[in-house]
């Protein structure tokens, strides 16, 4: 084996956290780890996942890795995919719960090749997370062309981290027999091993680059004197050796299709414009060293990176300019395939303005139901600044994408930059909506951020742009429902709420059905319909774990919690109370529905008695209502528990019946005794009668009067 003594110094050894293999490119690293992994797969599961520009995005990054772990360990589970709880709660959801499977797993290990292609930002952060809080059953091993900022100094000082760099990495006289001779059969002599060691400084690349022309060369004596093993010695050598090979049909084929990262035969065919690329594949990998195969069935293959980086070069000094028209053809080719983001970074990289737009406004929305926010945002990044300052269509689909995934700042940057643009263009957009006034309204009806009154009705004009028939029709009324609820119409926001969530299951829009039962289970519980109160948000919560949503909606816990309180079931209420709001107070953009989670936090432990606990749940309650430009009913309600417990007096004539406070909760919006009947289910004497029990024990004599007093009284 000629990496025997590097893949010594790898082997496993107790209390190594963390292998970093740091080199420049060229250097034998992944060829290196994957004789690694080889040797080591005999003793433990052993993970890979080669990194690219896409895993900067969290949810990707999770996703390879995940899908990568449960290949070498089935009995791996995670509840929780990353593309079900969005970026922002993958350290808190998703690694947790990794950690713990591997904690009983034997011994794991994962490779992340080419970590350097992760810049700063969330997904480099989460992998120091998992570095820092896995078990010692569990190793990392990355392999980058730079420092990877990870928490480096730390396990060193703990002898936790082994690191193998430049320096290590080059092959020495005796790695080399093993490579030319004993591994590739060139029958060298020693001395003229020893020279290519000496001329290429053991770089891997230049080695190998000597070894694939070896193999045709008729006097090998005659080319170890020629070969020179600088790099760029070894630029000139591929061009002029390895390259001109190949028949003039092969060398089109691998310089016009090095602009891909992946290659197939009809792909390749597409950019080239013939038939029977998949044979002239397949014929490369058996002679190529640097085409590498990415699947078993020889479908896919692509180019060592350094390789490709060099007849990249070769092509745009052989056919200037033609790179453009191959990333044209490429997007082409994986948009008719379903490989929209293949499509999308090839039409970028060409400059295809146009093209990528209309691929990015069309399909955003699939991608927020995933939570890959980050790979829209950085796409749309990549357009001039002058294009998309003044595109509304992108704009919105930037603001849209910012605001659910909690960046409310910038996506109101956004949305100002989409109304400097004004007057909007009419027509129907690319995901359905059908104009762009009709998406800026409905952004901005979601846009809530505690100013309640407002954002009513902005949602009734974007009901009244889209219509009843609108795809975005339920996630209108969802929004337009919860700001209801928060200024306290329970009747209007449950109409609301109902129209949303039939659809919205036909729809296959889960989480806006889940968010629609759920705001409908606490407005049930508003009216005292303990029953129907739970009946919606078990229905939420069964809804949430058969499509895998487990944990994704953090407004449930919220409505258990409140269904719990309603019978009485105190402890088990407050538990949920607390999971809902830990859960929001990691997330920016819902400040509502944390002051709300707090709030009935504090009511029970007030009804605990564990005031002081209460009055600190309350205190920070208020930092958040105070924020709210117009918090409706929570400041109502956050006044109720703030107050200071007493000792009340039991009066019948004073106190009112739940049944009573459920019906002048009623009598405070705008339908009469009799609708109000009907939609309590109760006969209109019924509700005639405890209207006259109600003025009776509030001292009034008219419905305003009520309304006055229980609000004074904190009742409302």
Known sequence: MARGRLLERLRHEKGVRLIVVAAPAGSGKTTLLGAWREAEAERRAVGWVSLDDGDNDPVVLWSHVLEALRRVCPALETSRGPERVGAARIVDTVLPELVNGLTEQDGVALVLDDFHRLGSGPSRESVAWLVEHAPASFQLVVSTRNEPALPLAALRAHGELLEV??????????????????????????????????????????????????????????FVSRFGGTSRHVVDFLLDEVLDAHDPALQTLMTRCSVLEGLCGPLCDALLEQEGS???????????????????????????????QLLRAELERREPGLAVTLHRRASVWHRE???????????????????????????????????????????????????RQQDANLLLVEAWVLMLSGRRDAAVGSMEAVERLRPLDEGPLPDGFSSLEASLAVLQGMNTWGDFRASVERARHAAELEGPTSPWRALICVAGGWCLYFVG??????????????????????????????????VAGAFGQTDEQIRLVTRAMAIEQEHGLDGVDSEIPIALGAALESRGELEEALSSFERGADVLRRIAGQPASFALALIRQAAVLRALHRDAEAEAVAEEARSVVDSCPDPGILASWLGDVERPPRTRRRSDDATLSERELVVLRALAGPLSKQEIGRELYLSHNTIRSHVRSIYRKLGVSSRDDAIRRARERGLL
């Open 278 to 308: 998949g044979e002239q594949l397949s014929e490369l990998a058996r002679t190529n060293l640097f085409l590498l195969p990415l699947d078993d069935q020889g479908t896919w293959y692509r180019f060592h990176h350094l390789f490709a």
């Open 337 to 387: 395939n379903g490989s929209t983001d293949a499509a999308i970074e090839h039409a970028l990289v060409a400059g295809a303005f146009v093209e990528a737009r209309e691929l990015i406004t069309s399909t955003w929305f699939t991608y927020t139901q995933v939570a890959r926010h980050a790979t829209v945002v950085a796409w749309l990044e990549r357009f001039p600044p002058p294009i």
């Open 165 to 222: 760099r430049a320096d290590e990495l080059g092959f020495n006289a005796d790695e080399a027999e093993l490579l030319l001779n004993g591994r590739l059969e060139l029958g060298l002599a020693r001395n003229e091993v020893d020279e290519l060691v000496e001329r290429t400084e053991g770089w891997p690349a230049g080695l190998y680059l000597a070894a694939l022309s070896l193999r045709g060369a008729a006097d090998r004596h005659a």
């Open 489 to 522: 119409e329970f009747l209007e926001a449950d109409q609301w709420l109902a129209e949303a969530a039939e659809p919205a299951l036909q729809l296959e829009q889960w989480r806006v059905a889940t968010s629609a039962l759920v705001a409908r289970s606490l």
